[in-house]
């Protein structure tokens, strides 16, 4: 039974994580010569297709955003951009804490608790084409600790836990284009993977409606969608591990600019 249930919670909790995206707010689209640095804390409401794998096992996943809310332990999303005359610079931090129990089938009786920890680090540079468009350069580091851990009455299963990590190396745009003045509409592209370290590629694209409405406040509202592949191991081996997975939903963010 854990080896169903993993794929299935491994794919929430890494698809949860992938790409982080800025909601943050944009900046005056004049260069200039102070650094400008935007906080954003936000949240994505992914829901998840594709497919995954580990040691025999491949499952189709297909996951509303409901399922993953509804298995939520904890979670913590923030991004951090800095733009200057030229230069350009961000960060991006996602953890999410995912849990379930597991019982019998028919009885119902618990077994185990499967918990799924992730965190998320993205780091890029880039540079300023045009005062309303940035070209990046950077990574993303995704890394999955599964967990399971069996009930008292069950000595039958043993406690375990698996831990998966790789990098991505990524190319992409940014753009900020001023609708009125204090609303600015943001897009944000990029290609990664490249086939480092053998199956490895991904792609994002999103969008959002960002409004400024105080002293370096503002709210983004909008919407994304990351395609992940990625694949270690030897298909039925025990090291063998998939995920290819496209995660997509809406992005709500505050932000501070300072």
């Given at each position: 039974m854990?080896?169903?249930?993993?794929?299935?919670?491994?794919?929430i909790a890494l698809a949860l994580a992938l790409g982080g995206t800025s909601a943050a707010r944009a900046q005056d689209t004049t260069t200039?010569?102070?650094w400008e640095n935007t906080v954003t804390l936000y949240g994505w409401a992914a829901a998840l297709s594709g497919s995954m794998g580990i040691r025999v096992l491949d499952?189709?996943?297909?996951?509303?955003?409901?399922?993953i809310l509804d298995n939520l332990k904890g979670a913590l999303m923030f991004n951090y951009t800095g733009r200057g005359e030229r230069l350009v610079a961000g960060t991006d931090f996602i953890y999410m804490d995912l849990g379930s129990d597991l019982s019998t089938p028919n009885t119902n009786t618990p077994l185990a608790e499967v918990r799924l920890k992730q965190w998320l680090i993205e780091g890029d540079v880039g540079y300023r084409v045009t005062p309303w468009m940035d070209?990046?350069?950077g990574v993303r580091i995704p890394v999955i600790e599964g967990e399971i851990i069996p009930d008292g009455n069950v000595p039958a299963i043993s406690e375990r836990s698996r831990t998966e990590s790789w990098v991505a190396p990524l190319i992409g745009a940014r753009v900020m284009l001023?609708?009125?003045r204090h609303l600015t509409v943001v897009g944000r592209g990029d290609l990664g993977g490249f086939g480092l370290g053998g199956t490895n590629n991904?792609?994002?694209?999103?969008?959002?409606l960002n409004y400024a409405f105080g002293k370096g406040w503002s709210a983004s509202l909008g919407y994304r969608a990351i395609s992940a592949g990625y694949a270690t191991g030897t298909e039925g081996q025990p090291d063998y591990f998939k995920y290819d997975v496209t995660s997509s939903g809406g992005v709500l963010g505050v932000s501070f600019t300072f």
């Open positions: 854990f080896r169903a249930s993993l794929p299935r919670y491994a794919a200039t010569a102070k499952v189709s996943v297909d996951v509303p955003f409901s399922d070209a990046l350069l001023p609708a009125t991904t792609w994002q694209a999103a969008g959002y």
